[in-house]
């Protein structure tokens, strides 16, 4: 079973930036290295959305809103995602959710808080 830790959640103000990491262990390297991982989130009183994804040649895909602010990355020898969040804005604030699809399930991490306000 995938286990998955995310950091880097906080409190910011608009226009400013945050990057959330995540530590996925529980499979081998080489299973971790071929899964898509990505991330979700969900704001209160919301559904889950999603946010954005890499694949295991890197290919990745971003909700639209946040587009050309947000970048999505892998470290595949650490088993590590980071999402870099530029420019945030007041409805970015929500409960950031790590995700990973191996042996054809999806795992989550139990959540980091992003809080966007002035």
């Known amino acids: 079973q995938v286990q998955l830790v995310e950091s880097g959640g906080g409190l910011v103000q608009p226009g400013e930036s945050l990057t959330l990491s995540c530590a996925a262990s529980g499979a081998p390297g080489s299973i971790l290295s071929i899964t898509t991982m990505g991330w979700y989130r969900q704001a209160p009183g919301k559904e889950r959305e999603l946010v954005a994804t890499i694949t295991g040649s890197s290919r990745t895909n971003y909700a639209d809103s946040v587009k050309d602010r947000f970048t999505i990355s892998r470290n595949k020898a650490a088993n590590t995602v980071r999402l870099q969040m530029n420019n945030l804005r007041p409805e970015d604030t929500a409960v950031y959710y790590c995700?990973?699809?191996?042996?054809?399930?999806?795992?989550w991490g139990r959540g980091t808080q992003v809080t966007v306000s002035s």
């Open positions: 995700t990973n699809n191996a042996y054809g399930s999806t795992y």
